[in-house]
């Protein structure tokens, strides 16, 4: 069966509730249905399906099978494709990783006729500042006026990527714990002056935290989707360690 690595991951005998996990809404997330995805696509059509407000969507369940024969469409968001689903003559789930905001969906009929039977989005339990957000980083920008404002944002943005890889126990333990240190950093960097005491003394927490986690992040590049953004975050521990020497 076809399916584009990476991107999609065929799920068999799961039925869509048993995906609405207790840890997607413990992090801020929420499990919806998209309104209108019950509907066919024949080759060659292309159909928008709005998924309410500008959110963060983590990933899409989509549940289809091809009418008389095997079918093939695409999955668009923002103009990118994120997934190409296979369906045979049966009536499997598939999940297509998205990992960006948007307040729509795109399905392309690339081959046949496909029977959607329902799509679920996981998105982000807040909604997001269209005008605000990077299209190509998928995030949203923060004003930046010093080099201590810089790094604590980008590991914001990191500990962010990285939620979506790790168990609930390690986002507690980990991930949060480096993010609440980096809103801090941000938050005094933004406020007083970049060489202040009280600016080095939050860049060290930041420094520490990603530290503690180093066992963990050396753990997550074993995960080829993690392996980069754990890559970047022990890279930032030496640059913020470079510029409090």
């Not at 997607?24 to 399906?49: C, M």
């Not at 499997?92 to 029977?115: D, K, Q």
């Amino acid at each position: 069966m076809f399916r584009k690595l990476g991107l999609m991951m065929m799920i068999t005998g799961l039925g869509l509730a048993a995906l609405n996990t207790t840890p997607a809404h413990a992090i801020g997330r929420e499990t919806i249905t998209v309104p209108g995805s019950f509907l066919q696509i024949d080759e060659g059509q292309t159909v928008s399906l709005s998924v309410g407000e500008f959110r963060h969507i983590s990933k899409l369940i989509v549940r289809a099978e091809g009418i008389h024969r095997d079918a093939m469409i695409e999955v668009l968001v923002n103009g990118d494709t994120k997934g190409t689903i296979y369906a045979p003559g049966s009536d499997p789930s598939y999940i297509v990783t998205v990992g960006e905001a948007t307040s729509s969906i795109e399905l392309r009929g690339m081959r046949g006729r496909m029977n959607v039977r329902g799509i679920q989005a996981v998105v982000a339990g807040h909604a997001l500042d269209p005008s605000r957000y990077d299209y190509s980083q998928g995030r949203i920008s923060r004003p930046i006026y010093n080099e201590a404002m810089e790094l604590a944002t980008r590991a914001i943005n990191l500990a962010d990527q990285l939620a979506d890889f790790v168990s609930y126990k390690d986002l507690g333990t980990y991930v949060l714990p480096l993010k609440k240190a980096a809103g801090r950093a941000y938050a005094v960097a933004s406020a007083r002056s970049p060489m202040s005491t009280r600016v080095h003394q939050a860049l060290w927490a930041l420094k520490n935290q990603i530290a503690y986690a180093r066992d963990f992040l050396n753990s997550t590049m074993e995960r080829n989707a993690a392996y980069e953004v754990a890559v970047q975050l022990m890279r930032l521990e030496e640059e913020i360690e470079d510029v409090l020497e």
